[in-house]
T-cell receptor, first 113, second 113 residues
Framework: QKEVEQNSGPLSVPEGAIASLNCTYS??????FFWYRQYSGKSPELIMS????GDKEDGRFTAQLNKASQYVSLLIRDSQPSDSATYLC?????????????FGPGTSLSVIP | KAGVTQTPRYLIKTRGQQVTLSCSPI?????VSWYQQTPGQGLQFLFE???????NKGNFPGRFSGRQFSNSRSEMNVSTLELGDSALYLC????????????FGPGTRLTVT
């Protein structure tokens, strides 16, 4: 079982719709969770971080965390063509300062005008 | 605040040569991580440095090495280059806490011929 798993996609949604991106992780003690957006040919950009169970909203983005189910998701409301990118889920155990961040393979999102 | 910078941005090397890549973190960030990104393998962790010490290491051969200087700038070196080393090499910096919110530089695109 891979440490961090995501559906590779591509996920296609029409403009204005809600895009839902999912991520599961294997290490139950993980404490920090991140979503990065990566445009083609560019480097990853941190868009959301979440540390507690529940929802965290930032503009059109909502991150949802369920540690019991080892599941984290990203919702993008009112999707725009500019949201078309690969979204990387990342997880860190955070038990010590020596734990590294593990990235998932990414989900490709395409927002159709 | 200036972002993470990486030099050079593009590099073409011949198989068997060695290469050194440089990364300057965001001011105040003392942790620097290096990643290799390829279409087939995704984002793979190479190593992390904190206060001039390697704190974590990924599953890469010994040809891949790095170091960090007292000003937190970091370099990574790849010796005896192989065709498979062609990739985007990304550097990410973060604060010293356990949250590990990482901020990526633009990357160095290495092509080995």
């Amino acid at each position: 079982q891979k440490e961090v798993e995501q559906n590779s996609g591509p996920l296609s949604v029409p403009e204005g719709a809600i895009a839902s991106l999912n991520c599961t992780y294997s290490d139950r003690v993980s404490q920090s969770f991140f979503w990065y957006r990566q445009y083609s040919g560019k480097s990853p950009e941190l868009i959301m971080s979440i540390y507690s169970n529940g929802d965290k909203e930032d503009g059109r983005f909502t991150a949802q965390l369920n540690k019991a189910s080892q599941y984290v998701s990203l919702l993008i409301r009112d999707s725009q063509p500019s949201d078309s990118a690969t979204y990387l889920c990342a997880v860190n155990r955070g038990e010590t300062s020596y734990d590294k961040v593990i990235f998932g393979p990414g989900t490709s999102l395409s927002v159709i005008p | 605040k200036a972002g993470v910078t990486q030099t050079p941005r593009y590099l073409i090397k011949t198989r068997g040569q060695q290469v050194t890549l440089s990364c300057s973190p965001i001011s105040g960030h003392r942790s620097v991580s290096w990643y290799q990104q390829t279409p087939g393998q995704g984002l793979q962790f190479l190593f992390e440095y904190f206060s001039e010490t390697q704190r974590n290491k990924g599953n890469f051969p010994g040809r891949f090495s790095g170091r960090q200087f007292s000003n937190s700038r970091s370099e990574m070196n790849v010796s005896t280059l192989e065709l498979g080393d062609s990739a985007l090499y990304l550097c990410a910096s973060s604060f010293t806490d356990n949250r590990y919110e990482q901020y990526f530089g633009p990357g160095t695109r290495l092509t080995v011929t």
